[in-house]
């Protein structure tokens, strides 16, 4: 056992008593905190009823519980204590401006990065890089950062927030994220990530990456391989073939290859073809012995496990909800805030699975998460131990049934969707075929 007060005292009123996140203290430990509080310069010249150290806990725990306030919050924090002090919202508030956004950042910094668990393929580790969107408060602050989107249903109630994330497939933890105002695009964000590629690193991406800067900054720049969809304009000249049906082209100064494939869902029972979807991908791996066409159309869904990821962020912690921050530096600190509580779930459950050698996307995240949110409840001044116990026993007990292959041609059931599907589809009840296709022409377009 051990004590959250700086002099191991563990006393009933002492000010650090509320300084932990439950058994994913194990994860960010007081040390932790303490160290990036000093970094940044972020630590309390004197000692106060709300320690920097406290604080960073309060808010590492408020996207635990995204439906109430920071004063709840506090309250969760210290159930397990006796005669605690009380703050009221406006002392709260007063401690995470002074805190600031820097400490939580550095914070997500130590936590970001992959456990080893990462899905590899050929030796090569897989990750995926999107961009979403988050909703901030229509606060006089945050407007001049963060603008109103225009839109055929009206525009956006709130301002809104472009977040531009790297997810390692498999664990689907963060291995950076960027962000900012929405006036600039996703592209411009997600290029600042491919500070965290390198070689060994394979990249998915949608159509949206189909870029000649893309793709000169990943192969060139980082030296990392990638596997792109194209965009429908995209006409890409034929400059060579090779034996399995796929062909080269050159982008820039990049030579990649590509795979026109079509994918066929049939009726397992009937063998009634239900529906049909075509893909051309390029990617930067150009031997077909290597690395087979039809292989890599499946490998490419796992993109889908950053879709996956937002879903977990913004659905399952945030439960959709508009962020708590009135003004932009509190936005920073929050959204960092969120992503290192993120993080730290996500490697309390690669802590959990690795070791039984369950896969990751077997895990339950929604039992993980609600594991900790009681770990939190029912911690008092000290931890038991280091050892995530109650966390990994929740998911080991229900691991999630294995995960059905995403290589199925996309369908929308929105009926505002222009996207809509023709009939529904039983997709625990299907089989695809990829057949790779082959140009007829030396010449693909310009």
Not at 146 to 165: D, F, W
Not at 365 to 377: E, P, Q
Not at 392 to 416: D, E, G, M, N, Q
Request: proline content about 6%; charged content about 20%; hydrophobic content about 40%.
């Amino acid at each position: 056992m051990f004590s959250l007060s700086p002099n191991g005292g563990g006393t009933l009123l002492d000010p650090f008593g509320p300084a932990h996140l439950g058994e994913l203290t194990a994860i960010v430990p007081v040390e932790m905190v303490d160290a990036v509080l000093s970094d940044t310069g972020a630590t309390q010249s004197r000692l106060r009823r709300l320690p920097s150290r406290v604080v960073v806990y309060l808010l590492l725990a408020a996207p635990l519980f995204a439906d109430v306030g920071y004063e709840q919050v506090w309250a969760r924090l210290t159930a397990g204590l006796r005669g605690c002090h009380w703050p009221g919202s406006s002392a709260l508030s007063q401690a995470r401006r002074r805190v600031g956004p820097r400490p939580l950042r550095a914070l997500f910094e130590v936590l970001a990065g992959d456990t080893g668990g990462a899905h590899r393929w050929h030796g090569l580790v897989v990750c995926a890089i999107d961009g979403t969107t988050l909703v901030v408060p229509d606060s006089e602050a945050n407007r001049p950062c963060y603008r109103h989107v225009k839109g055929t249903h009206g525009g956006a109630s709130y301002p809104i927030m472009r977040v531009a994330a790297l997810v390692a497939c498999g664990t689907r933890t963060l291995l950076d994220v960027t962000f900012g105002p929405d006036s600039d695009g996703e592209i411009r964000y997600a290029t600042q990530l491919f500070r965290s590629l390198r070689s060994g690193m394979l990249v998915l991406g949608d159509r949206a990456y189909d870029s000649q800067g893309v793709y000169q900054a990943i192969i060139l720049g980082s030296h990392a391989d990638l596997l792109i969809r194209a965009s429908s304009t995209r006409k890409p000249a034929l400059i060579g073939r090779c034996a399995d049906g796929t062909w080269l082209t050159r982008i820039g100064s990049v030579t990649l290859r590509v795979i026109d494939a079509t994918i066929d869902v049939y009726d397992t029972n009937t063998g009634i073809l239900v529906k049909t979807g075509h893909y051309r991908l390029l990617t930067s791996l150009l031997d077909p012995d290597r690395y087979p066409a039809a292989d890599l159309v499946e490998l490419y869904h796992q993109r889908w496990e950053i879709e996956t990821t937002y879903l977990e962020l913004k659905s399952t912690l945030l439960h959709g909800r508009v962020l708590r921050a009135r003004t932009p530096a509190g936005v920073e600190q929050e959204l960092y805030a969120l992503l290192a509580t993120y993080q730290a779930l996500r490697l309390a459950i690669a802590d959990a699975v690795q070791p039984a050698g369950i896969a990751p996307d077997r895990a339950s995240f929604s039992i993980a998460l609600n594991t900790a949110r009681d770990r939190i409840i029912h911690s008092c001044n000290a931890i038991e131990n280091t050892i995530i116990s109650h966390i990994a026993a929740a998911i080991l007990a229900r691991p999630l049934p294995p995960r059905r292959s995403r290589s199925s041609p996309r369908v929308v059931k929105r009926a505002i969707s222009k996207h809509r599907a023709k009939g529904p589809i039983d997709r625990t009840n299907h089989h695809t075929q990829i057949t790779i296709t082959t140009p007829l022409t030396t010449a693909h377009g310009p």
